[in-house]
């Protein structure tokens, strides 16, 4: 397990806690392959909030109508636990159900809010499953910053570099709370209030979006991409 918060911070995994009288532990894993469980928050006096489990399924047909959820929990007091980690590997995966790894909320004495998890989803066919219902959103602050959002991983069949989501459900996060390691890639969407640093060259053989109040913050001086969009008082900055 990774070392904990301290103060009233909450716990970091694909994004970073929300940094409350002490700091947040630092963000870890890997986006392509979940394999950790989450962190748990930092609490002055009594337990915080635990950091979501792991879920690795592997089938060749997954019918989710309900909801696979390795979240973070929401304390009585203190900061959230993050999300955890949850890959999927299937040959069809179809319904109207959730998957989420989502940071848990700050409670009452300033509780950061926990980072989103990480979620993996390897897929063949896909039979009117939508992906916008798998999410990795930090969790809400008390009096204190939210969580950083976690990563969401998409790859299907014929898209070996995939597809990364950054979103943070519209609650704004700390500039630069998830930090991501450039991998090849498709696809890198990063939205509503997800503030993203990338500290090496970026090649992207698709599409960045930044959009809905996000920031994308790049310490290399090169990006590359097949389209840009920057929308909806969206920034790019160099560091």
Sequence with gaps: FQRGSTGQSGGSYGGLGGS???SSNPVYGDFR???DPGSGGAALFGPAGSGGGLIRI???????????KADGETPVNYAGGSGGGIRIDVGTIRGTGQVTANGGTGQRD?????G??????????????????????????????????GTTYLQGPGRENGEV???????????LSTPLIPQPL?????RRGAGV???ALLNLTDALEVSSSSELALAANRLTAATIEVKSSSIITNL
């Design 116 to 149: 989103g998890g990480r979620v993996a989803i390897y897929y063949q066919n896909v039979t009117g499953f939508d992906f916008t219902r798998v999410n990795a959103f930090g969790g809400l602050g008390n009096a204190a910053p939210n969580g950083g959002a």
């Design 186 to 190: 498709g696809n890198l969407r990063v």
């Design 110 to 114: 300033n509780g950061g809010g926990g």
């Design 20 to 22: 409350s009288s002490g």
């Design 165 to 175: 989501v950054v979103d943070n459900n519209s609650m704004s996060a700390p500039s």
């Design 197 to 199: 640093r990338i500290d």
């Design 33 to 35: 392959d979940p394999n």
């Design 58 to 68: 592997v089938a060749q047909t997954l019918q989710l109508d309900g909801m696979i």
